[in-house]
């Protein structure tokens, strides 16, 4: 049996290398060709193409797999828009819940194909993305094994503590504050909750939920196994018309569409982009008896993950005139207020929510209502410093280099086309780097122009919810996303416009 399967994948890797070889005659040829109508963007869509087109043939003889991963261009919006018919996924989940585990992702899930299917998948992923994007996702979804083995070390002696807690509050009735909570330093790693929301009722029905438990490894592994792939193509063979995948699953959620011409290239979109990790920061392994062969926390530990990013927000931030800086901070309660929470006894909530206060909404985010109820500036982008500008820079960056080096470009242009930045923030110091922290900024194009689709919208969150808290390393938890409204309705920018937009 080993020595079957070894050979399928010597096959499978010759098959791949073979592909590889293809493409790269393929790029020869039109270079020897002189096509001045060649541009990166068209060979790299060509590559994605083939590349979708292999991984579909693969399930071609598969029919529940085959209506898994295959999708008309046309569903595009429906999936982005609504809730994917799948278990768990009530009417009020936001169209990204799988990217918060809330319920299981569109497309095919690669957990659970066959190995050749995998690796076809993940070949797709890595036609896709930059290589750093690809490697970025990757780690992403290996750090649900950490995860898992974190939550299982916290979960008993965090039990204990919390019903301790639970107790003094109902002999003295008297409220414990989040910093109570997160500084009982009876236990060094506390596995807490938080903020919660039912997918069965409404968003209304909001609690939190301090004795959580932690997903574990039983509810790791079932996230694994969620990771899914959805491609978009009007035939299996991809070779004509709009293509697009979206890749989806706890802390991710890639959308790609193309449009095209034929096979000619028109345009991109390559958002909405949600990115997440916990930890962010691997720290040290509490046990000396843990060893390489029985820890994935001992091989992983002093590893960072998207703590660039939230670096390059805290920078952004402090840049900032003080006095603009303090009318756009949001009050916790008031932001709490906003997204329908009330906190309970025995613990109060003193950060932002556990998930997105806006970009995760079920329509298309209304940040303009926001900024205009809550807390707010606004400055034209020649009025900030040359560390803010960079700074903000630095955070576009951090989601346009997941995308091919072209796309990455294109949302780079798309920004330097705004002149206007408004934003809103809440939490804690921004110089302690594991204080809780949640920003909304939009950059917006000149607004005589007529042409909002390069509008920009970031929703950030760095949490010390639903993770393993430690002392000083408070909020290890990050929740990020990219929208361009020029993206929002996939279908109706590809139809409304022919021009290219990364």
Same mark, same amino acid.
């Given at each position: 049996?080993?020595?079957?399967?070894?050979?399928?994948?010597?096959?499978?890797?010759?098959?791949?290398?073979?592909?590889?070889?293809?493409?790269?005659?393929? @790029?020869?040829?039109?270079?020897?060709?002189?096509?001045?109508?060649?541009?990166?963007?068209?060979?790299?869509?060509?590559?994605?193409?083939?590349?979708?087109?292999?991984?579909?043939?693969?399930?071609?003889?598969?029919?529940?797999?085959?209506?898994?991963?295959?999708?008309?261009?046309?569903?595009?919006?429906?999936?982005?828009?609504?809730?994917?018919?799948?278990?768990?996924?009530? @009417?009020?989940?936001?169209?990204?819940?799988?990217?918060?585990?809330?319920?299981?992702?569109?497309?095919?899930?690669?957990?659970?194909?066959?190995?050749?299917?995998?690796?076809?998948?993940?070949?797709?992923?890595?036609?896709?993305?930059?290589?750093?994007?690809?490697?970025? @996702?990757?780690?992403?979804?290996?750090?649900?094994?950490?995860?898992?083995?974190?939550?299982?070390?916290?979960?008993?002696?965090?039990?204990?503590?919390?019903?301790?807690?639970?107790?003094?509050?109902?002999?003295?009735?008297?409220?414990?504050?989040?910093?109570?909570?997160?500084?009982?330093?009876?236990?060094?790693?506390?596995?807490?909750?938080?903020?919660?929301?039912?997918?069965?009722?409404?968003?209304?029905?909001?609690?939190?939920?301090?004795?959580?438990?932690?997903?574990?490894?039983?509810?790791?592994?079932?996230?694994?196994?969620?990771?899914?792939?959805?491609?978009?193509?009007?035939?299996?063979?991809?070779?004509?018309?709009?293509?697009?995948?979206?890749?989806?699953?706890?802390?991710?959620?890639?959308?790609?569409?193309?449009?095209?011409?034929?096979?000619?290239?028109?345009?991109?979109?390559?958002?909405?982009?949600?990115?997440?990790?916990?930890?962010?920061?691997?720290?040290?392994?509490?046990?000396?008896?843990?060893?390489?062969?029985?820890?994935?926390?001992?091989?992983?530990?002093?590893?960072?993950?998207?703590?660039?990013?939230?670096?390059?927000?805290?920078?952004?931030?402090?840049?900032?005139?003080?006095?603009?800086?303090?009318?756009?901070?949001?009050?916790?309660?008031?932001?709490?207020?906003?997204?329908?929470?009330?906190?309970?006894?025995?613990?109060?909530?003193?950060?932002?929510?556990?998930?997105?206060?806006?970009?995760?909404?079920?329509?298309?985010?209304?940040?303009?209502?926001?900024?205009?109820?809550?807390?707010?500036?606004?400055?034209?982008?020649?009025?900030?410093?040359?560390?803010?500008?960079?700074?903000?820079?630095?955070?576009?960056?951090?989601?346009?280099?997941?995308?091919?080096?072209?796309?990455?470009?294109?949302?780079?242009?798309?920004?330097?086309?705004?002149?206007?930045?408004?934003?809103?923030?809440?939490?804690?110091?921004?110089?302690?780097?594991?204080?809780?922290?949640?920003?909304?900024?939009?950059?917006?194009?000149?607004?005589?122009?007529?042409?909002?689709?390069?509008?920009?919208?970031?929703?950030?969150?760095?949490?010390?919810?639903?993770?393993?808290?430690?002392?000083?390393?408070?909020?290890?938890? @990050?929740?990020?996303?990219?929208?361009?409204?020029?993206?929002?309705?996939?279908?109706?920018?590809?139809?409304?416009?022919?021009?290219?937009?990364?």
């Amino acid at each position: 049996m080993a020595a079957t399967r070894r050979g399928e994948w010597r096959r499978l890797v010759a098959l791949i290398m073979m592909v590889l070889l293809v493409q790269v005659v393929v @790029v020869e040829t039109r270079r020897d060709a002189d096509d001045p109508n060649v541009a990166a963007l068209q060979l790299w869509a060509d590559d994605l193409a083939r590349a979708m087109a292999a991984a579909t043939s693969l399930v071609a003889n598969d029919q529940r797999e085959l209506d898994l991963l295959l999708h008309d261009p046309a569903d595009a919006d429906q999936v982005r828009r609504g809730p994917p018919p799948a278990d768990g996924c009530g @009417v009020f989940t936001p169209r990204f819940g799988a990217a918060l585990a809330w319920c299981r992702a569109w497309g095919l899930p690669l957990a659970t194909a066959t190995p050749k299917v995998q690796a076809a998948l993940f070949h797709v992923l890595e036609k896709a993305l930059s290589p750093g994007g690809y490697q970025t @996702v990757l780690a992403i979804m290996n750090r649900q094994r950490l995860l898992a083995e974190q939550e299982d070390f916290a979960k008993p002696t965090s039990e204990t503590w919390i019903n301790d807690i639970d107790a003094q509050y109902n002999s003295t009735n008297q409220l414990v504050d989040l910093a109570d909570v997160t500084l009982y330093t009876n236990v060094s790693h506390r596995l807490i909750g938080g903020t919660f929301t039912s997918n069965t009722s409404s968003f209304e029905d909001n609690r939190l939920q301090w004795q959580w438990g932690g997903a574990g490894l039983d509810g790791r592994v079932n996230q694994w196994e969620d990771y899914a792939l959805a491609l978009f193509g009007s035939s299996p063979s991809f070779d004509d018309g709009d293509i697009g995948l979206r890749f989806e699953g706890h802390h991710v959620s890639v959308n790609i569409f193309v449009k095209r011409d034929g096979t000619k290239y028109e345009g991109v979109h390559a958002t909405p982009l949600f990115l997440g990790a916990a930890p962010m920061l691997v720290t040290p392994v509490p046990d000396d008896t843990m060893t390489y062969a029985s820890s994935t926390w001992l091989w992983k530990q002093g590893q960072t993950l998207l703590t660039n990013l939230a670096a390059a927000v805290r920078e952004f931030l402090l840049a900032l005139p003080a006095e603009k800086r303090e009318a756009a901070i949001i009050p916790v309660a008031e932001l709490l207020a906003a997204d329908g929470i009330s906190t309970v006894p025995p613990m109060n909530l003193t950060s932002p929510p556990s998930w997105m206060v806006v970009s995760l909404t079920k329509e298309a985010p209304n940040s303009t209502l926001f900024f205009a109820s809550h807390p707010s500036m606004t400055l034209q982008r020649s009025d900030l410093s040359i560390v803010a500008q960079y700074r903000l820079g630095q955070l576009l960056s951090a989601f346009a280099d997941i995308h091919d080096n072209e796309i990455a470009a294109g949302l780079r242009a798309s920004f330097a086309n705004t002149t206007e930045i408004t934003l809103s923030f809440s939490g804690g110091a921004l110089d302690d780097p594991w204080s809780p922290q949640w920003l909304l900024v939009q950059a917006s194009p000149p607004k005589a122009s007529g042409d909002d689709d390069d509008t920009l919208l970031v929703e950030f969150l760095q949490t010390e919810q639903f993770q393993v808290s430690e002392d000083g390393v408070m909020a290890n938890h @990050v929740h990020a996303m990219l929208r361009r409204k020029g993206d929002d309705d996939v279908m109706h920018a590809h139809h409304a416009a022919s021009h290219t937009h990364g």
